[in-house]
């Protein structure tokens, strides 16, 4: 049986749905210190392909996240 490259896994890993959910919501429920350590993981793991959609993803989660803390 073939092992998957790394760049197989990771494709798949940011392919999935729930993940990307589950970033969204990690970020915005995050404070500033958590958030940016989020980020830099989310960039460092995610294959080039993707990387234009994790920034954007990244960037609605961090609004999102600014607009919570303001709301109050």
């Known amino acids: 049986m073939r092992v998957p490259s790394r760049e197989e896994q990771l494709t798949t ?3 999935n749905a729930s993940d990307l959910a589950r970033v969204v919501d990690g970020i915005a429920g995050a404070d ?11 960039i460092q793991t995610a294959p080039p392909g993707a990387k234009p959609m994790i920034y ?9 996240r600014y607009a919570r803390r303001t709301r109050h």
């Open 32 to 42: 500033e210190r958590a958030a940016g350590a989020f980020y830099r993981h989310c």
């Open 56 to 64: 954007r993803l990244l960037m609605d989660a961090d609004s999102l």
């Open 13 to 15: 890993h940011w392919d």
